[in-house]
């Protein structure tokens, strides 16, 4: 099975096809994607003017939306390094049992998902890398009232969503499932208000 860098070299790759450079453009989804496969196909499809349903899309096009995913993916992964390092520090203090970042971080490795968007016409319309460093901002600094990545304030919690999380408080203003660690008990508790008194559809 080819790799995120592999894939990424067919899509720069001027002597295959534009059919097979869009398809390993969809494939590097599979390795990461942070609002999900098709959300984020859907993000960046319109950021960079891609028809959805294109087979041969403009190549330079297809090559601006891999970096912009490349790009996202470089900040995810010093994050995870981060991150390993810190455990095997904690470890070696003797604190063994992880805190409620860590049991979230452990269920997003790699990224894919870590802001899932249930529904692909809702998203971030910033860049991919400037989302993930709002997220991973606001998951060292500790949880908040708000969406990390927007600053919004309508939060509703979901339950019974298509894929993991099966559940967890959707932000209305700019469609990611917010981490719970990047909530205070608060504000979570006030998304599951919000949806015992709103009628929310299930994506």
Known sequence: MAGFRSLAR??????????LRRYSLRKCLERFAPYGHRATWA???ARHGIGPEDRSPDPVRLVAALEELEEARAVWLAYEEGFADRRKQEKSAG????????DWHR???????????????AHPPQPLAE?????????ERGPG???PVCRGSQLVWRQDLRQAPWSGPLCRDCGILVPPPALTPEAVT???RAAR???????
Do not use: E, F, K, Y
């Not at 269920?107 to 529904?119: F, L």
């Not at 008194?197 to 994506?203: E, G, I, S, W």
């Open 10 to 19: 067919q899509v720069r790759d001027p002597r295959c096809d534009l059919a």
């Open 43 to 45: 993000h960046l499809c």
């Open 95 to 102: 604190l063994r049992r992880p805190g409620h970042v860590d």
């Open 107 to 121: 269920r997003t490795w790699g990224g894919h998902g870590v802001a899932r968007c249930p529904s692909p016409a």
């Open 131 to 139: 989302v993930l460093r709002r997220l991973i901002g606001a998951l």
């Open 145 to 147: 009232r708000t969406c």
């Open 190 to 192: 006030a998304a599951r």
């Open 197 to 203: 008194h709103r009628l929310v559809p299930v994506a």
